[in-house]
């Protein structure tokens, strides 16, 4: 079952923006696609268009490619809706 958790944030103001923004694009890539618009951008985002016949590859098996490249480059990275 669900339950009702707390995330605490600490940091300077864009710090903690950041890190709620981050927080919840992780949450809302487990329910489908992540929406992005003008202001999610804060210095610190790269969007490249992924050709729809590259998305398995880039994804991987279960998400393994795309983890592997997260960890490897300290980010983090989903596919969005812009």
């Given at each position: 079952f669900e339950r009702d958790l707390i995330l605490e944030l600490r940091g300077s103001k864009l710090q903690r923006r950041?890190?709620?923004k981050y927080c919840?694009?992780?949450m809302a890539q487990r329910t489908g696609p992540?929406?992005?618009t003008e202001d999610y951008d804060d210095g610190?985002?790269?969007m490249l268009q992924v050709p729809q016949e590259a998305v398995g590859f880039v994804t991987g098996r279960a998400g393994n490619f795309l983890r592997t490249?997260?960890?490897e480059w300290c980010?983090?990275?989903f596919f969005c809706e812009v």
């Open positions: 950041r890190a709620k919840e694009g992780v992540v929406s992005v610190d985002l790269t490249i997260e960890e980010t983090l990275m």
